[in-house]
């Protein structure tokens, strides 16, 4: 008698043919998600144990997802990203710190989430930190009076005057007052003031900061200038 235990391909129908191939469509594409997925989990692990080390990329990617969440306050700490930006040394490190964040937390992006936590002025002024930084190096150096900085300081204080709070006009004050703490003399500040018009055609520093601030705090922030050196 014929062996009929055996059913050979070619006996398959049309319909079965196709099952089959979608089932096994379907197990290897589980397998290589499955495959990723455990990747991604590894790597993130690895990633987690560098977060204890000061200065490193995996640190401060940790310390801008704290910020962004800030699960301890209303809103994201504007103040702690902007002092964990003003921290990185350099434009090659922040593109390490952005590797690190896409580890710790895939699939998301350092950028996407800067974007999406923080207003547009807060975000322009991040990008306007990240300018002013040197292309490379681990190591943060004293400020260079460069007309690259001297923009930036620009940028930063016009992000600052620009803010608003949902439907109300505002001013970032703290913003205003990290730029004026960073100017290192009175010479320096009067550069911006030209740098900061010839950005703004139309716009004067002076009578801006008058017009942001109540005449008590104009006083104060005029203050931290006069008490530097001249040049």
Same mark, same amino acid.
Request: proline fraction near 5%; avoid cysteine; hydrophobic fraction near 40%.
């Given at each position: 008698?014929?062996?009929?235990? #055996?059913?050979?391909?070619?006996?398959?129908?049309?319909?079965?043919?196709?099952?089959?191939?979608?089932?096994?469509?379907?197990?290897?594409?589980?397998?290589?998600?499955?495959?990723?997925?455990?990747?991604?989990?590894? $790597?993130?692990?690895?990633?987690?144990?560098?977060?204890?080390?000061?200065?490193?990329? $995996?640190?401060?990617?940790?310390?801008?997802?704290?910020?962004?969440?800030?699960?301890?306050?209303?809103?994201?700490?504007?103040?702690?990203?902007?002092?964990?930006?003003?921290?990185?040394?350099?434009?090659?490190?922040?593109?390490?710190?952005?590797?690190?964040?896409?580890?710790?937390? $895939?699939?998301?992006?350092?950028?996407?989430?800067?974007?999406?936590?923080?207003?547009?002025?807060?975000?322009? &002024?991040?990008?306007?930190?990240?300018?002013?930084?040197?292309?490379?190096?681990?190591?943060?150096?004293?400020?260079?009076?460069?007309?690259?900085?001297?923009?930036?300081?620009?940028?930063?204080?016009?992000?600052?005057?620009?803010?608003?709070?949902?439907?109300?006009?505002?001013?970032? &004050?703290?913003?205003?007052? &990290? #730029?004026?703490?960073?100017?290192?003399?009175?010479?320096?500040?009067?550069?911006?003031?030209?740098?900061?018009?010839?950005?703004?055609?139309?716009?004067?520093?002076?009578?801006?900061?008058?017009?942001?601030?109540?005449?008590?705090?104009?006083?104060?922030?005029?203050?931290?200038?006069?008490?530097?050196?001249?040049?």
């Amino acid at each position: 008698m014929p062996d009929t235990s #055996v059913y050979h391909p070619d006996e398959f129908t049309l319909k079965e043919k196709l099952q089959y191939t979608l089932l096994g469509m379907i197990v290897i594409g589980g397998s290589f998600y499955v495959g990723r997925r455990l990747f991604r989990n590894a $790597a993130s692990i690895a990633e987690q144990k560098k977060t204890f080390m000061e200065g490193n990329p $995996a640190t401060y990617a940790q310390q801008l997802r704290m910020a962004f969440e800030n699960k301890w306050q209303w809103g994201v700490d504007v103040e702690a990203v902007r002092q964990i930006m003003l921290a990185i040394p350099s434009v090659a490190a922040f593109k390490r710190v952005m590797n690190s964040y896409q580890l710790l937390y $895939a699939p998301r992006s350092l950028m996407l989430d800067m974007k999406n936590y923080l207003r547009k002025t807060e975000y322009n &002024e991040m990008l306007a930190i990240l300018a002013a930084k040197p292309a490379r190096g681990d190591t943060s150096l004293p400020i260079q009076l460069t007309g690259q900085q001297y923009q930036s300081w620009a940028q930063r204080l016009k992000a600052a005057f620009d803010i608003n709070y949902g439907p109300i006009p505002g001013t970032d &004050e703290r913003a205003i007052k &990290e #730029v004026f703490l960073e100017i290192p003399t009175q010479t320096a500040f009067e550069q911006l003031k030209m740098v900061y018009h010839h950005l703004y055609p139309g716009n004067d520093l002076d009578q801006d900061l008058k017009s942001e601030l109540w005449s008590w705090d104009y006083s104060t922030y005029m203050k931290i200038i006069s008490d530097k050196p001249k040049t």
